[in-house]
T-cell receptor, first 111, second 114 residues
């Protein structure tokens, strides 16, 4: 039973355009969400997070939106750059519990 | 630079031959995790240490054991690797505090079982 879902295994976007990566979750107790980026042969690195008391968090080109009623969050990358090509994992947790990761979405930014 | 280090990066073992993967950290984090990740799947938590307290996930096979001799090091022992244990093994660390904290990952060890 997947508690965190990323229904798009892959996404291709033109350089300079917006990349939108989606994540859905089923556990309404999750109260903190994170996005990790993973390059080949490297471990995941933290990108951006959002608490359930917010609906938006922005850091440079990266913005995460949270829709609690829909149990949905998304990561927007604007403008997309070739160096953004990686696998993006959505993760969720309830305070005091461990992370639950989604299966990842592979983003390819085409020059 | 403070970091999470995993050795070796690539490990090949034979079916049934015990293997140990190692993780070290210079972040002085009190929590260390081991994840198993298979191709195109989410990282799956195997167990974690909160300081010296060992926490095993309910569905982690008995074949997998872990040791944490000190704050800096944590080992994953696979007693009798099967073909299904071939995967990327990720070590991560975090601080345990009053809020949610990000985890810092090592580069992973890719295990091949022949």
């Amino acid at each position: 039973d997947q508690q965190v879902k990323q229904n798009s295994p892959s996404l291709s976007v033109q350089e300079g355009r917006i990349s939108i990566l989606n994540c859905d979750y089923t556990n309404s107790m999750f109260d903190y969400f994170l996005w990790y980026k993973k390059y080949p042969a490297e471990g995941p690195t933290f990108l951006i997070s959002i608490s359930s008391i917010k609906d938006k968090n922005e850091d440079g080109r990266f913005t995460v939106f949270l829709n609690k009623s829909a149990k949905h969050l998304s990561l927007h990358i604007v403008p997309s750059q070739p160096g953004d090509s990686a696998v993006y994992f959505c993760a969720a947790l309830t305070y005091g519990q461990n992370f639950v990761f989604g299966p990842g979405t592979r983003l390819s930014v085409l020059p | 630079d403070a970091m999470v280090i995993q050795n070796p990066r690539y490990q090949v073992t034979q079916f049934g031959k015990p293997v140990t993967l190692s993780c070290s950290q210079t972040l002085n984090h009190n929590v260390m995790y081991w994840y198993q990740q298979k191709s195109s799947q989410a990282p799956k938590l195997l167990f974690h240490y909160y300081d010296k307290d060992f926490n095993n996930e309910a569905d982690t096979p008995d074949n997998f054991q872990s040791r944490r001799p000190n704050t800096s090091f944590c080992f994953l022992d696979i007693r009798s690797p099967g073909l299904g244990d071939a995967a990327m093994y990720l070590c991560a660390t975090s601080t345990a505090g009053t809020g949610a904290n990000e985890q810092f990952f090592g580069p992973g060890t890719r295990l091949t079982v022949l």
